[in-house]
Nanobody
């Protein structure tokens, strides 16, 4: 079993950058596929990015491709989301999530573990 804690959220102007972190407890983190999801006010939670346990495979939502980069450091049990060229439409609560395999890595329903979320606000 794993527990996930996000950090790094905050307020930034459009065009700025933030790096989110997701710290995981539990010895199985290095074998988990990990993902980032976000939920804007009044909208459903949506997929942002996913990363396989080795880091060899990634998925990105079209809306963040070329701007966001997902990565992980298994030695530190931590996953990251580097967000550059932020836009007001990126404003949301960002959640990290973990699952035991790479299947359906874009589907939030496939994830077993979730963090509590961290707020990202981008002003124009």
């Amino acid at each position: 079993q794993a527990q996930l804690v996000e950090s790094g959220g905050g307020s930034v102007q459009a065009g700025g950058s933030l790096r989110l972190s997701c710290a995981a407890s539990g010895r199985t983190f290095s074998s988990y596929a990990m993902g980032w999801f976000r939920q804007a006010p009044g909208k459903e939670r949506e997929f942002v990015a996913a990363l396989s346990w080795s880091g060899a495979y990634t998925y990105y939502a079209d809306s963040v491709k070329g701007r966001f980069t997902i990565s992980r450091d298994n030695a530190k049990n931590t996953m990251y989301l580097q967000m550059n060229s932020l836009k007001p439409e990126d404003t949301a609560v960002y959640y990290c999530a973990g699952k035991a395999n790479w299947d359906r890595a874009k589907s939030q329903n496939a994830y077993d573990y979730w963090g509590q979320g961290t707020q990202v606000t981008v002003s124009s």
